[in-house]
Nanobody, 123 residues
Framework: QVQLVESGGGLVQAGGSLRLSCAAS????????MGWYRQAPGKQRELVAA???????NYADSVKDRFTLSRDNAKKVVYLQMNTLKPEDTAVYYC?????????????????WGQGTLVTVSS
């Protein structure tokens, strides 16, 4: 079983910063992609930032100058440093990963979602 455990959400004032963490665990052979999505009330879930399978990063245009994605491959953790937060960043943020999961006799691709962590930015 593969799980994503998130932390770092909370309440912050506009202009402030927050760092989200997502740790992958379980029988993981490899992580192909890993990143963050968010869903605001009444809106579709959207990509915020993610590592591609090649290690490149994709950012939503709305966050690319303010958010920074990083990772610790050894720990299987991805971070999202969010600076200059705006009220419109308020959303539930979900970690997402596409992995190859074990056991070795039956490797299989999986898409895994975290439980979501709420980020609220007050004005």
């Amino acid at each position: 079983q593969v799980q994503l455990v998130e932390s770092g959400g909370g309440l912050v004032q506009a202009g402030g910063s927050l760092r989200l963490s997502c740790a992958a665990s379980g029988s993981i052979f490899s992580i192909n992609t890993m990143g963050w999505y968010r869903q605001a009330p009444g809106k579709q879930r959207e990509l915020v930032a993610a590592f591609t399978s090649s290690g490149a990063t994709n950012y939503a245009d709305s966050v690319k100058d303010r958010f920074t994605l990083s990772r610790d491959n050894a720990k299987k953790v991805v971070y999202l440093q969010m600076n200059t937060l705006k009220p419109e960043d308020t959303a539930v943020y979900y970690c997402n990963a596409r992995v190859v999961a074990g056991p070795s006799a039956n490797y299989r691709p999986l898409e895994v979602w975290g439980q979501g962590t709420l980020v609220t930015v007050s004005s």
